[in-house]
């Protein structure tokens, strides 16, 4: 009757993916950002900036800070270290699979928002949408 | 009869879901701030309706109807009685933020005044509603503050309700804090300068005797799903004389006496308030909710959920590393919020859930709140009758292990 998956969450909290959310990767300000955004979770109340430098088209340096769980931390760890040198339509490209093939773990439906708002954040930055509120 | 954890264990036998298994784990149910479960009492009124009394209310002159219309009103009456409200003093609405927003919308009608003064615990549902109204009507939200021990700021309650004041709401139990806040004294405070009261009692009415003459609020509202209802009911209380000159917030059918081409004359309450076929079938599910309440004894429920609130406050405080948001047993419901050192309340009801743990993690709808205490957001575990000392042990041992996920994590 129900199709909720009986994979058991802890599955999801390898140790890689602790390590990232202890000691995250490309964590705290980017000075010189051209582009930044500020994204929310509204479920949780989570939100994480991205800020990112990107010139002639192409990513010269990106960080993130925010509070969030251990999932977004550590998707937000992954594709920010993934994103570097590339182009904006490559990353404007990236998809949901993309974020799952980063993390390696099986991400449980209703955690889905917590691994992708890296990704959402991301991606509205570099579309230069403006920063929500005093990010 | 007093409950402790046979008695529990005897109530939850009247529970489908928690005699249910998921993934061949029992169900272990701590998250009834957010809704409770049903017992097969009001399951079954609900399902008796449909089988024997189904017809619409108010019209057909048929028995089915007349029996529909009697159990409806009768419906009305149990739910009076149980607030101590005067007869037609309950509106029904689909619940808590319907009544408030029934309020926000009719309310300027009635009331003048520059300022509306709510609480810094608000959900949002006594919050969004009074912030829309500012900004339609230019009027001025204020706060009374929360003190460090998490309870209000009743000093400073004196010095904002003012004759400038048009409203006052403020939430009763709060569904972070578990804060039982002195409705009547707020109240009294409104009262001393016209105001309108309003009390929210979404967290109050499921767990502890309320008496609307005792508080001597204006209003109060309440959703049905909080306390063994159905979704998708609720009511708003109102003095007579203030629902007699409050317009009706949705017009159509039933609620009206006489209708022209150009007018209409408003039906007697609560009619008036109750704009075309009502959740009749849930209305009564809700009375036999109050009915089976009420057998159990309100101070009975209150009693049992201040001790396994004890219990809790005293085994998180064994674990280490837990933060509570709590004023304590004696100023507090049934509901606990908290946050371990290093671990973010998502991960945490996460790996609870794989043993089938319900908590809520998050803001719980009260984001100025976490603002406030400077989180993004708790864990909270809120009990209810049919709770008992090993839930919580269940609990405590899922915090241990998570505890142990987060300081190895597990191998590749
Ligand atoms: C204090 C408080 N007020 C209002 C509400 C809103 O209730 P409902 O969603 O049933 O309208 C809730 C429910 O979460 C609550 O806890």
Redesign the pocket.
Known sequence: MSNIEETLSEEMYREHILDLYKSPHNFGDLEGATHKHKGFNPLCGDEITVQLIIKDGKVQAVKFKGQGCAINIASSSLLTDEIKGKTTQAIMEMKTPDVLDLMKIPISSVRFKCALLGLETLQKAVQGSEPDGNA | MKIDNSRAKQLRLDFPILNSNKNGKPIIYLDN???TQKPQQVINAISAFYETQNANIHRGLYKLSQEATEAYEQAHAFTEKFINANPHEVIFT???????NMLAFTLPEITNGKNIVLTEM?????LVPWQQLAKRNSMKLKFIPIKDDFTLDYAAAEQLITEDTAIVSI?????VLGTQNDAKRICALAKDNNAISII?A??SIPHSKIDVKRIDCDFL?F????MCGP?GT?GLYGKHDLLEELPPYKTGGDMIRSVSKENAEWNDLPMKFEAGTPNIAGAIGLSEAITYLENIGMENIEAWEKQLLKYALEKTQEVGAITTFNPGVEKSAGILSFNIAGIHSHDLASLLDDDNICIRAGH???MPLMTKLGIPGTARASFYVYNTTEDIDALITGIKHTKQVFAKGIPK
Request: include cysteine; glycine fraction near 12%.
């Open positions: 701030g957010a809704t689909s619940g808590t933020t319907d009544s408030i608000e959900h949002h549902a006594n939430v009763h139990t709060s569904n929210d979404a967290q509202a959703s049905g799903h909080k979704t609720g719980h709808c009260a």
